[in-house]
């Protein structure tokens, strides 16, 4: 890998094979890690990491190098709090819900209002009790929230797999529908989103004992000056 500088990682979208080749976010945190060079590395949560792939693909060339500073800081986040995967969904969605298109917006409110009632039965809350920012974004899409409540209302066959095909598919739904969306500066967004999945990911790290003093073995005289 030589000349390869890191001081300003120059990112592009898609897999590359290679750094000569170019790389993504997570292909650049493949590589502080010290892992094999993978845009899948063990290194970050397999949902962040979706995220931050997300992410990196649909910000524009312009934009995209303001996210190299944001490499390090997935490295080491792997969480296996089963809050992980609803808490990310969550707040990817929360940026997304007011500004994408309709039809998107029928698809995350489905997956918003799954994802908190997944977080309220983990929490020991009412099923139908939602955070104030979710439902500030459910309020802003009147129509989607109320086809997604009556669609979630109904039993459905099987028990969908949340955390392996319906929160990878919101969240690249969200990345996707703001990318694509009429706002100003749809990268800032992006941006902020990945920002805060960060953000949301690593408060479920487990924290770190603090060092335990030397224990003096048994016996063992202490000198009083």
């Not at 292909?27 to 290194?43: I, K, Q, V």
């Not at 990310?88 to 997956?111: D, G, M, N």
């Not at 994802?115 to 989607?144: K, T």
């Amino acid at each position: 890998m030589t000349n390869f500088d890191l001081a300003v990682p120059v990112l592009s979208r898609g897999k590359h094979r290679n750094p000569r080749k170019g790389a993504c976010f997570m292909e650049f945190a493949s590589y502080l890690a010290g892992e094999p060079w993978s845009d899948h590395p063990a290194c970050t949560h397999p949902l962040l990491a979706g995220v931050a792939r997300d992410v990196n693909d649909c910000t524009t060339d312009a934009g995209r190098s303001r996210l190299a500073p944001l490499i390090p800081s997935v490295i080491g986040l792997t969480p296996d709090d089963p809050h992980v995967v609803p808490r990310v969904t969550v707040r990817c969605i929360q940026h997304a819900l007011p500004v994408v298109s309709q039809e998107r917006q029928y698809i995350l409110a489905v997956a918003l209002i799954v994802a908190e009632r997944q977080l309220a039965l983990l929490d020991g809350r009412p099923e139908d009790s939602i955070e104030p920012q979710s439902q500030e974004a459910l309020d802003a899409v009147p129509a989607a929230t109320k086809w997604a409540r009556a669609f979630t209302a109904k039993p459905h066959r099987g028990t969908p797999d949340f955390a392996r095909r319906t929160a990878p598919r919101a969240v690249s739904c969200a990345v996707e529908g703001i990318s694509q969306a009429c706002v100003p500066d749809p990268d800032e967004r992006l941006y902020h989103l990945l920002h805060d999945a960060i953000e949301e990911c690593r408060r479920w790290v487990p924290a770190k004992p603090a060092p335990s003093r030397r224990q003096r073995p048994a016996g063992e005289s202490v000198e009083v000056g």
